[in-house]
């Protein structure tokens, strides 16, 4: 069996980011998004500005203001954070289709049979990281280890804006060091009953043997073992079945026009045939759509239904999509909603 290589990428203060980029006066004051203070809201994240008065996510926005009164709290704009996400996803499954999203900004992948750079899961994440700044202008930290549970904390280790990187050879003696609190599933409570036992690292838990634990703390003893040796066999479960197919391109430079951007459909197109010809046969192309994004960071995206996917109807969209803004352009992209054929042959077979 092969040796696995995780890659954990989790975005840095993911919404407040977003907000952050597409209002750069935001960027230098504390900033969070969640519910009005009134309204007994929570904030659901922050920039570091802000944590450094102790704010927090799931801290309750009163209380965040008490720490940090002059702490803007902005709405979240979830489509916008939900956009940023799928352009992520997007980038993630040019690596690999062994994705298990955590939610929107945070992600395991699977690269350990990835043909790209060789197969160096270090190389794949420093590439999804340049991509992801280049694309989203946001930063994300990622970590790279032979399991999931050292993949998060490896991803934690140099945020934000990081990179850290666990080799099967450096295990053993990382998770020695490692607090037991940094372990999955040892909540506050857990590491207080850990502390009583005078259990503050992994080197220690190790001390304790396996059937001791289980008495301990039940069938938790067990897992709690494992992790203290580094051992973790959960596989990464790969996200659900695709609802669309699109390839993008970012630009060195803005396009200034219309037919500058036409002139890009060609090469996009391509791509997306040889991406469409690798779909198995449970999928049909449904709509056609356009994505643009201006060199503003706003964008729009355009669909239409009843039209084919050649390069005319392709060219329309784009015209219709590029009016409502008509300025410089950063990135184009070109897709097709994907209809699920197992899905329709099960609401057929309900009927």
């Known amino acids: 069996m092969d040796q696995r290589k995780i890659v954990h990428v989790d975005c840095d203060c993911f919404y407040a980011a977003i907000e952050m980029r597409d209002d750069p006066s935001l960027a230098t004051r504390p900033l ?29 926005s009163a209380h965040a203001l008490k720490l940090c009164p002059d702490l803007l709290i902005i709405r979240p704009r979830f489509e916008a954070y939900r956009e940023a996400s799928r352009e992520i996803h997007g980038i993630f499954r040019d690596y690999t289709e062994l994705i298990e999203p955590l939610s929107l900004d945070e992600a395991y992948l ?5 043909a790209h750079f060789s197969g160096s899961a270090t190389r794949i994440a420093e590439d999804i990281r340049r991509r992801v700044w280049q694309r989203l202008r946001i930063t994300v930290s990622a970590g790279v280890a032979p399991n999931k549970f050292l993949a ?70 067990e897992r709690l073992w494992g992790l203290a040796r580094g051992i973790d066999e959960r596989e990464v479960t790969a996200e659900h079945r695709r609802q669309s197919m699109s390839v993008e391109n970012t630009f060195d ?99």
Request: charge should be neutral; proline fraction near 4%; hydrophobic fraction near 40%.
């Open 32 to 60: 969070a998004v969640g519910g009005a203070a009134d309204r007994r809201g929570v904030i659901a994240t922050c920039n570091y500005e802000a944590r450094a008065y102790g704010v927090r996510s799931a801290m309750s």
């Open 110 to 114: 699977d690269v350990t049979h990835s």
């Open 152 to 221: 998060k904390v490896a991803s934690d280790w140099r945020k934000p804006d990081g990179l850290f990187v666990i080799t099967p050879e450096q295990v053993d003696e990382f998770v020695k060091m490692l607090p037991v609190a940094r372990l999955h599933g040892v909540g506050k409570v857990t590491a207080e009953r850990l502390g009583r036992m005078g259990v503050a690292t992994c080197e220690d838990l190790r001390g304790w043997d396996r059937l001791a634990l289980v008495r301990e703390f039940g069938a938790f003893g």
């Open 253 to 351: 430079r803005d396009l200034p026009d219309l037919p500058s951007c036409i002139a890009q459909l060609p090469e996009l197109l391509a791509e997306l045939a040889r991406r469409l010809a690798r779909l198995d046969e449970s999928y049909r192309p449904g709509k056609p759509f356009v994505k643009l994004k201006f060199h503003d960071f706003t964008q729009t995206t355009l669909e239409q239904a009843g039209v084919g996917l050649e390069l005319e109807h392709y060219r329309d969209l784009l015209a219709m999509a590029y009016a409502r803004r008509g300025s410089p352009v950063r990135l184009i992209g070109v897709g097709v909603r994907l209809i699920d054929l197992r899905d329709e042959f099960e609401q057929l077979r309900l009927f």
